[in-house]
C-alpha cells in the first residue's frame, strides 16, 4: 500500500514565476492538508481540502491556492513566486474524522 | 492562537542516556496533542500522541503525558539509540474528532553518539 506521494521532488523557479506541485494521498484517506516546512522551522498550515472544497486555510496570502480532484489527489499552486516561498512543501493525507495525518516527503521548492 | 513551544537544540547524548525534551502549547479549548519524528531527508512521521488530560502516549520507547494543569507534553525516553537521531517536533490540533490543521513547535534536533 503506497504511503503519500509528492511530484516532484526538487524544483527550482525564478521570482515571479509560477508553480505547481501535486500530492497523492494513501489510500482510502479523502482529506488533504498542505504544509511550509522553511529551514530550520516547524511546518506551517497552508489550506486543507476535503470534497474537492477548501475546508481551513492558514495565514497564507491568496498567491498560494489548491485544488482537490475527484480522486483525493490535490495540487498546490502558487504565483508570482518570491524568494520567501523557498520551503520544503509537504502534503499529509488523513480521513476526515481522524487524528492521525499521514505525511509524504515534501517537494523542495527553491526559488532564485 | 494557537502556538507550540519547544525547548532549543540541538540536543546532544551519548547512547543510552535518559531523553526529555520539553514541550508546552497554548490553545483554547482541549486540543489534541501529537509528537512527529522527521528522519533526514523525510517527512514527517507520527511517533505518539494523546487526546485528553492525563493520557499517556507511548510508542518504541518514547513516551508523553498530557498535563492540562502545566499545558505541558514533554518527551521522554528512557535509553536512546543511535538510530534514534532525528528531529522531533511537538504539536496539537485543535479541533477534536476531525483532521484539522495541526499547529507545530520550531523542532529540536537530537544527535545520539555511541
Known amino acids: 500500500d503506497a504511503g503519500v506521494t509528492q511530484s516532484p521532488t526538487h524544483l527550482i523557479k525564478t521570482r515571479g514565476q509560477q508553480v505547481t506541485l501535486r500530492c497523492s494521498p494513501k489510500?482510502?484517506?479523502?482529506?488533504v492538508s498542505w504544509y511550509q516546512q522553511a529551514l530550520g522551522q516547524g511546518p506551517q498550515f497552508i489550506f486543507q481540502y476535503y470534497e474537492e472544497e477548501e475546508r481551513q486555510r492558514g495565514n497564507f496570502p491568496d498567491r498560494f491556492s489548491g485544488h482537490q480532484f475527484p480522486n483525493y489527489s490535490s495540487e498546490l499552486n502558487v504565483n508570482a513566486l518570491l524568494l520567501g516561498d523557498s520551503a520544503l512543501y509537504l502534503c499529509a493525507s488523513s480521513y476526515l474524522d481522524s487524528y492521525e495525518q499521514y505525511f509524504g516527503p515534501g517537494t523542495r521548492l527553491t526559488v532564485t | 492562537g494557537n502556538s507550540v513551544t519547544q525547548m532549543e537544540g540541538p540536543v546532544t547524548l551519548s547512547e543510552e542516556a535518559f531523553l526529555t525534551i520539553n514541550c508546552t502549547y497554548t490553545?483554547?479549548?482541549?486540543?489534541?496533542l501529537f509528537w512527529y519524528v522527521q528522519y533526514p531527508g523525510e517527512g514527517l512521521q507520527l511517533l505518539l500522541k494523546a487526546t485528553k488530560a492525563d493520557d499517556k502516549g507511548s510508542n518504541k520507547g518514547f513516551e508523553a503525558t498530557y498535563r492540562k494543569e502545566t499545558t505541558s507534553f514533554h518527551l521522554e525516553k528512557g535509553s536512546v539509540q543511535v538510530s534514534d537521531s532525528a528531529v522531533y517536533f511537538c504539536?496539537?490540533?485543535?479541533?477534536?474528532?476531525?483532521?484539522?490543521?495541526?499547529?507545530f513547535g520550531t523542532g529540536t534536533r537530537l544527535q545520539v553518539t555511541l
Open positions: 504539536a496539537l490540533s485543535s479541533i477534536t474528532g476531525t483532521a484539522s490543521k495541526l499547529t
Open positions: 490553545a483554547t479549548g482541549y486540543p489534541s
Open positions: 489510500s482510502g484517506h479523502d482529506t
